[in-house]
């Protein structure tokens, strides 16, 4: 059941995620892509080392989500620009260790945005089930 | 081995329709270090808080997870329980079951759901091995309030601040403090006049020794967080020196050149140097620089020649100021929205078509007219008058998808001082619905109607144009299905609210969250209805969103009781989710006193007895760090851990999942 563990980096400056949005993501009739959604709260995606991307991949992730407040709208002023930057250099490093970049999603959601975090993550849950389990870390691990 | 205990909640059927919490309780209890497992219907009633005191003692429990709703419903309530029983708060970890996992799932054979609860439950109770016990840190406060914006609302708020014996600077942006509301003739449903119960509320702010108001003033800087900001401000150079000036108005009476008058809404022109209005509060004028040939062209200067106090400085510069505040309330008001957009009414083309605020300033006694009301293109009394509602409002092609509120009955209002001031007029109104919800609305609407003869259509105008000297009106009333056109002699169009120029990037100075049409957004719209995001900041009045005059004041007062509720305290506790540093390790490369948006971290010199520097560390101010983990993820060399979500916390979570 584990083969298709979706993990969201959930930052704890979207305070109404975990409520508002979510309370009304009850009413936009979200579908079963929830169901494989596991969250991580943080209190800034400014906070994100990424190697807690990495380690999400090794332990069995298929998929990462990275979201957050919309730059220039940060809760912690100018977290969201440091990830952001982050975010860029990281990513052609990620694409080197061998992680297909539609694996991972880098989404700015306000908490008034339901309607945007419920169409993100059916989309993102959709277009993971279709690329399968994500092995080759696993399988790199087993071969040691 | 630790010794942790797991609450799983039903919390009636929200959880439990989707999720098997019994199932849930019985897999964690096979973790390692897991002693008790339950689930229970309510955790977070009386009876469920006492059960959890209770098995906390009789289990000697040293970490807590409830699984339960979000944490901001009531990780409090549960930290404070097991606080009660004797155990670090900070021992209590909530996971999110509700809003997370059992309300986004519809599958009734619970079977994801209680998949993936026991999945979060899991990672919960790996992450809160790691934790740490923390006690709350402790800031001083700073018992001055900051008001922005002068209108009804800041200055209830500065009012009551300063009735609780607290100081207060009140920055309004204008010459003047009084906002729109002093722009208003009368005021809906009592009819009375707006400037008599305004006026005495400016002069007593003026006078209250709490209150220093700093007009032609805006914010330029804000730092710190709640009971503690450092604000910036900055004062625009007005070219007469405010403590020299005695109000005499000679200068004014003096000056050859005019303006066209703001406070006025473009109606009539004032002098270069002006106050916007005769009662304006401080009664010191200002000069409009971009007006004045002396500033401009050094021509003139007779303002200057006649002031005996001799207060008149052309040199003048803006100064900025440092006040250091504890609290902030925000009142920055509205404005309409431009007419212009709406082209079909000919605003601007024709002259005779206004804005609502236009005429209440016709309709006031202290306005170009001197309250009688004739129309602006030749000075006639307007026989026929026809009104238009919902200009801009409820019309997401053309202007704004919400109800400006407000309009209705400021319209109701407007055909009632029309009909007391032209007995023989007849006024017309296009509206889409009326709504008067509020004491006595309902009430002024039909007496509009039924006693000043207002007509009311039900209907749209589709297009306004001159001719013969007369502005033609052709709309629909779909109540009796026929087109309309109407011969009027003036239009008013009752335009959209909207927030203030500016508002956005007030709101970004300040740190607090706004909408799509720049209104800034409480914390909760219901349940806390003038905090913001940031604790601290205070919202009052139509910042907010479109209101009426009470329910602005209410808003005022309101804000000003959580100012005064703050200020009671002479030392606030805050969360102890702070940066720390790991003294060993750290090497001064500087990364994180770059990357830090709160500037918490400062240089520490690390000295020998003899008072010699040895090495530089990073040293975090935990009164100013706010917990973000910036620095954490910009560390390369691994030495700052945020207390809370410490990289230890986070691997085991991820670990678990």
Same mark, same amino acid.
């Given at each position: 059941m584990k083969a298709n563990t979706i993990l969201t980096l959930n ?21 079963a892509g929830w169901s494989i959604v596991r969250i991580i709260k943080l209190?800034?995606?400014?906070r994100i080392d990424p190697l807690f991307i990495i380690k999400a991949f090794e332990k069995g992730a298929d998929g990462v989500i990275v979201s ?18 982050r975010w860029?250099a990281f990513k052609s490093l990620l694409e080197f260790t061998g992680i297909d970049m539609k694996r991972l999603h880098f ?14 993550i059916?989309n993102i849950t959709d277009e993971v089930k279709k690329l399968g389990p994500f092995v080759e870390y696993r399988n790199l691990r087993e071969a040691q | 081995m630790p010794?942790i205990?797991v ?16 199932k849930v309780?019985d897999e964690m209890a096979k973790l390692p270090g897991v ?30 997870i ?29 996971t999110?079951?509700?809003?997370q996992c ?9 079977a994801t759901g209680t998949l993936k609860s026991i999945d979060l439950t899991r990672m919960a109770i790996e992450r809160l091995k790691k ?191 440092? !006040?250091?505040? +504890?609290?902030?309330? #925000?009142?920055?008001?509205?404005? $309409?929205?431009? /007419?212009?957009?709406?082209? =079909? ?120 144009? !001159?001719?013969? +000297?007369?502005?033609? #009106?052709?709309?629909?009333?779909? $109540?009796?299905? /026929?087109?309309?056109?109407? =011969? ?144 954490v993820a910009?560390?390369r060399?691994k ?6 979500y410490t990289d230890e916390q986070v691997y085991a979570a991820l670990a678990a999942f």
């Amino acid at each position: 059941m584990k083969a298709n563990t979706i993990l969201t980096l959930n930052p704890k400056s979207l305070p109404l995620c975990a409520t508002g949005a979510l309370m009304q993501a009850r009413i936009w009739q979200a579908r079963a892509g929830w169901s494989i959604v596991r969250i991580i709260k943080l209190p800034c995606t400014g906070r994100i080392d990424p190697l807690f991307i990495i380690k999400a991949f090794e332990k069995g992730a298929d998929g990462v989500i990275v979201s957050g407040c919309h730059p220039g709208d940060c809760h912690y002023t100018t977290g969201n620009y440091h990830a952001r930057r982050r975010w860029i250099a990281f990513k052609s490093l990620l694409e080197f260790t061998g992680i297909d970049m539609k694996r991972l999603h880098f989404s700015w959601v306000s908490a008034s945005e339901a309607i945007k975090w419920v169409d993100l993550i059916n989309n993102i849950t959709d277009e993971v089930k279709k690329l399968g389990p994500f092995v080759e870390y696993r399988n790199l691990r087993e071969a040691q | 081995m630790p010794r942790i205990g797991v609450f799983v909640c039903q919390c009636g059927t929200n959880i439990a329709s989707t999720v098997d919490t019994k199932k849930v309780a019985d897999e964690m209890a096979k973790l390692p270090g897991v002693v008790y497992t339950g689930d229970y219907k309510f955790m977070c009633s009386a009876p469920g808080q006492d059960n959890l005191k209770e098995i906390v003692k009789e289990h000697k429990l040293d970490g807590v997870i409830v699984s339960a709703c979000s944490p901001h419903m009531h990780e409090k309530t549960f930290r404070k329980a097991v606080e009660a029983a004797g155990l670090n708060p900070y021992k209590c970890e909530i996971t999110n079951i509700r809003e997370q996992c059992s309300w986004v799932h519809h599958d009734a054979t619970k079977a994801t759901g209680t998949l993936k609860s026991i999945d979060l439950t899991r990672m919960a109770i790996e992450r809160l091995k790691k934790n740490k016990s923390l006690s709350k840190i402790k800031i001083p406060i700073k018992k001055r309030a900051l008001v922005i914006g002068g209108g009804i609302a800041g200055i209830q708020a500065a009012l009551d601040i300063a009735e609780g014996g607290r100081q207060v600077i009140l920055v309004e942006r204008e010459p003047s403090i009084g906002g729109n509301m002093a722009k208003l003739s009368e005021t809906f449903p009592t009819m009375d006049c707006s400037q008599c119960i305004m006026t005495p509320k400016m002069v007593e702010a003026s006078l209250n020794e709490n209150i220093k108001i700093l007009t032609w003033s805006e914010v330029e800087k804000v730092d710190g967080y709640i009971g503690n900001f450092t604000v910036q401000i900055r004062k625009k150079a007005r070219y007469v020196n405010e403590d020299l000036c005695n109000g005499c108005g000679l200068c004014i009476e003096k000056c050859p050149f005019k303006a066209k008058s703001e406070f006025e809404m473009g109606m009539t022109q004032r002098k270069v140097i002006y106050t916007p209005f005769p009662q304006a509060v401080p009664n010191i004028p200002v000069i409009d620089a971009a007006n004045c040939p002396k500033i401009q062209k050094d021509k003139c200067g007779a303002c200057a020649i006649v002031c005996g106090p001799k207060c008149i400085d052309f040199k003048q510069q803006d100064a900025v100021i440092t !006040e250091d505040v +504890g609290a902030i309330v #925000v009142a920055t008001g509205y404005q $309409l929205m431009p /007419n212009e957009r709406f082209g =079909e009414y000919g605003y601007g083309k024709i002259k005779d078509v206004i804005s609502g605020l236009q005429f209440e300033r016709l309709a006031s006694a202290s306005g170009p007219t001197g309250g009688e009301i004739r129309r602006p293109s030749d000075g006639k009394t307007p026989k026929n008058v026809v009104f238009i509602q919902c200009v801009g409002s409820r019309d997401e092609k053309k202007g704004v998808s919400y109800c400006s509120k407000i309009c209705c009955m400021y319209t109701a209002k407007h055909t009632m001082l029309y009909k007391h001031k032209v007995h023989d007029g007849q006024s017309y109104v296009f509206y889409m619905d009326i709504r008067a919800g509020g004491k006595r609305y309902e009430e002024f609407v039909r007496r509009a109607i039924e006693h000043d003869g207002a007509m009311y259509l039900r209907g749209r105008v589709s297009r306004v144009y !001159e001719k013969d +000297g007369k502005v033609i #009106v052709q709309g629909a009333d779909t $109540l009796s299905g /026929n087109q309309v056109e109407l =011969e009027a002699d003036m239009v008013v169009l009752a335009t959209a609210i909207v927030s203030r120029d500016g508002a956005d990037s007030l709101a970004q100075k300040l740190g607090i969250g706004y909408d799509k049409y720049k209104f800034y957004n409480e914390y909760h719209p219901k349940l806390k209805p003038v905090e913001t995001v940031t604790a601290g900041i205070f919202l009052a009045g139509t910042c907010v969103g479109p209101m009426d005059i009470p329910e602005s004041v209410s808003m005022g007062s309101a804000s000003a009781s959580k100012v005064l509720a703050l200020f009671s305290n002479d030392q606030m506790a805050r969360e102890p989710i702070t940066a720390n540093v790991n003294r060993m390790t750290c090497n001064a490369c500087w990364d994180c006193v770059v990357a830090c948006p709160y500037n918490a971290i400062e240089k520490e010199e690390v000295k020998n007895r003899q008072g010699v520097v040895l090495k530089m560390l990073a040293k975090v101010n935990e009164g100013v760090c706010q917990g973000c983990g910036v620095c954490v993820a910009a560390c390369r060399s691994k030495s700052i851990d945020l207390r809370g979500y410490t990289d230890e916390q986070v691997y085991a979570a991820l670990a678990a999942f």
